[in-house]
């Protein structure tokens, strides 16, 4: 069974502070993709990134990177130089791809609270 | 743009009572979705519409019905209202494929008495 851990209910940083949230995922497939929803206090979910399970490379956009390691079936997110608008619950998520839609399993979330 | 568009924003039902919420998008997706989450437990699947026409249970579909009514509309029905189906449901849309990033409504707050 496909399974997505994230086992930080909460985590709290002063504002400047590097932040990683870790994702811990389980499937059998041989082919996934992960990706990664950002939950502002506004409520509304909004997709970050997406990755596949051919591609390791590591992604950076702005202040946000994130590490997709096979080996450990990780894919961590780290926010460099946090800002309080970073403020959110963010979820790392896995597709079935055996589904004709983009059927997601969620994890149970992270709540990020950035102190000024 | 309105991207996708869930009503009521906010209801509050009595035990046994009926409801439908409402989607719809407007980016011409062929897939459709409907999630709950609660505190503490992430978004959990209710139903799903890969295309027009056809729908499958998620993980939790007890007590919910679906209705893929055209390209643009999903719409989610509890047929009698439970305390345990007080939720956020969101509605979700993509384009057909697993590697699809969803796009998601803001949400129906719903909470049964």
Known sequence: AQKVTQAQTEISVVEKEDVTLDCVYETRDTTYYLFWYKQPPSGELVFLIRRNSFDEQNEISGRYSWNFQKSTSSFNFTITASQVVDSAVYFCALSDVYSSASKIIFGSGTRLSIRP | ?113
Not at chain 2, 6 to 13: A, R, S
Request: aromatic share 10%; hydrophobic share 30%; with cysteine.
């Open chain 2, 1 to 113: 743009n309105a991207g996708v568009t869930q009503t009521p924003k906010f209801q509050v039902l009595k035990t046994g009572q009926s409801m439908t919420l409402q989607c719809a998008q407007d980016m011409n997706h062929n897939s459709m979705y409907w999630y709950r989450q609660d505190p503490g437990m992430g978004l959990r699947l209710i139903y799903y519409s890969a295309s027009e026409g056809t729908t499958d249970k998620g993980e939790v579909p007890n007590g919910y019905n679906v209705s893929r009514l055209n390209k643009r509309e999903f719409s989610l029905r509890l047929e009698s209202a439970a305390p345990s189906q007080t939720s956020v449901y969101f509605c979700a849309s993509s384009e057909r494929g697993a590697n699809q990033p969803q796009h998601f409504g803001d949400g129906t707050r719903l909470s049964i008495l």
